[in-house]
């Protein structure tokens, strides 16, 4: 899928996540929704980053 940030095209290649419903149910402001979990775990990726020139590490997941 193309899409576009501030003027600048790139493709995307996210996949949707497989959902399975559970019994969970939540409420937030007065409204009541239920909870579904991933049926795959997401992969995790271990990345290293900097902001401002300092460096550090971040636990990614996809």
Do not use: D
Not at 26 to 33: D, M, N
């Amino acid at each position: 899928m193309q899409l576009t940030y501030r003027g600048i095209q790139y493709n995307s290649n996210v996949q949707a996540e497989v959902t399975l419903p559970t019994q969970t149910t939540a409420r937030y402001r007065g409204i009541t929704y239920s909870l579904n979990r991933a049926a795959k775990p997401t992969v995790s990726l271990n990345c290293q980053l900097r902001f401002m020139g300092a460096t550090y590490r971040k636990t990614l997941f996809y």
